[in-house]
């Protein structure tokens, strides 16, 4: 069975666009909103109404433990069976960033053991999952193939975004979103 929204604390780890998001959508079904981002400011985190704090504290407070952090060799196993352990009794996971962010051996034995009443998961340290995985037999599991952002709609944002960057290339020389180095006019990236 189901519980409510209503009075429930949310822990996000990962407090990026993403994050920010899902702390957008919580606040309209009255959740108190924690988070764990190393990367946010504490300033920045409450203007989303999002109480920044330590693992540790998202571990002990949060009844929905949602993630968004990238994968790192610092959040490689992030939920593992310490993690879990400390979390509270009854708590449910929700993972739509990466498969390595949890230790799947270490929820298995969580959700045997009731400590974790409910997964939810988009993502797996092994992809695609072994059709034996514990996962799939599991009642207070769902799963989902790594596809939890492909629809109808995010494939055309996705095509429309790539068709400026090339616009944006070709005919004003800019290098919009570029990961690799600060956004530089086309001259300026030229000459570099």
Known sequence: MGVELNGKTLG????GRIGREVAKRATAFNM??????????????????????????????ADIISLHAPMTPDTKHILNANSLDACKDGVRI???????????????????SG??????????????????????????????????????ESQVKVATAIARQFDAFFNHNEIPFAVNKPVESGKTASAV
């Open 94 to 112: 929700v993972n739509c960033a990466r498969g390595g962010l949890i230790d799947d051996n270490s929820l298995v034995t969580a959700l045997e």
């Open 32 to 61: 108190r909103i924690i988070g764990f981002d190393p990367f946010l400011s504490t300033q920045e985190a409450g203007e989303w109404n999002i109480e920044k704090c330590e693992l540790n504290n998202i571990w002990a407070q």
């Open 12 to 15: 996000l780890v990962g407090l």
């Open 115 to 152: 400590k974790v009443a409910a997964a939810a998961l988009d993502v797996f340290e092994v992809e695609p999952l072994p059709t034996d995985h514990p996962f799939l037999t599991n009642p207070n599991v769902i799963v989902t193939p790594h596809l939890g952002a492909s629809t109808s």
